[in-house]
């Protein structure tokens, strides 16, 4: 019975003439439908791998999950003293240059609901510990388009995070590049910021280029 659904449904063909099953087209079609489904780690490796080269410093895709930030692939710096991979980690969304991005592409109204019954904790004396600091860090992402992590999620680490947001393609990704607060100069800021803006928009285009 199980089988004569299945080739109701297309899941599966039966031979004519030894009554062998084989696949069947619908099967078939879910098999491409899985293959061309998207895998942004894929598409952003080589970015990350050029933000590495670019800035000297390492740099992640991140994802968003909720508080938290999902560490999903990473490129390490070549420099001798560098900031550690923190591929397949999590870490509040707050403490992270990337997940502070994410955060700022939400509402206010958003993140009030988001810390409502546990308000953000402070891992370094550096980090928010209130919704209403948290808000006022976020309005600052906004108008400078990035975010800067100095010291926030540890102690003598300097990152800078930028949110890719591509809701034709309901997907929203983070590009960080981190390293030791010594790397930071004059320049550094707006240096990584243009880095950064055309890795995102980079990678938008990838997305949509291999969603439609």
Same mark, same amino acid.
């Given at each position: 019975?199980?089988? +004569? ?31 061309? #489904? ?12 050029? !933000? ?10 991140? !994802? ?7 560490? %999903? ?15 397949? $980690? ?16 939400? $509402? ?7 810390? +409502? ?6 891992? #370094? ?15 600052? =992402? ?20 930028? %949110?890719?947001?591509?809701?034709? %393609? ?6 960080? =590049? ?13 240096? #990584? %910021? ?14 949509? #280029?291999?969603?439609?």
């Amino acid at each position: 019975r199980l089988m +004569a659904m299945l080739t109701y449904y297309d899941f599966v063909r039966q031979h004519p003439v030894d009554r062998s099953f084989r696949i069947g087209p619908a099967l078939i079609d879910i098999g491409l439908t899985a293959a061309r #489904t998207l895998d942004i780690r894929t598409l952003a490796r080589p970015i990350l791998t050029r !933000l590495a080269e670019s800035t000297g410093m390492t740099a992640h895709l991140v !994802l968003p999950r909720g508080r938290t930030v999902l560490f %999903a692939d990473g490129v390490e710096s070549q420099r001798t003293i560098r900031a550690a991979l923190r591929t397949g $980690s999590t870490l509040p969304a707050h403490v992270t240059s990337a997940g502070k991005a994410l955060l700022a592409t939400l $509402s206010d109204e958003q993140l009030r609901q988001m810390y +409502a019954r546990k308000p953000p904790e402070a891992p #370094t004396d550096k980090s928010v510990s209130s919704v209403a600091a948290l808000l006022r860090e976020v309005e600052t =992402v906004r108008r400078a388009g990035y975010a800067i992590n100095h010291g926030e999620s540890e102690a003598g680490v300097l990152a800078m995070g930028i %949110a890719c947001i591509v809701p034709d %393609a309901d997907v929203a990704a983070g590009l960080s =590049v981190a390293g030791p607060e010594s790397i930071m100069d004059n320049t550094w800021e707006e240096r #990584t %910021a243009r880095e950064l803006r055309e890795s995102a928009s980079d990678l938008g285009k990838q997305i949509q #280029t291999h969603t439609l």
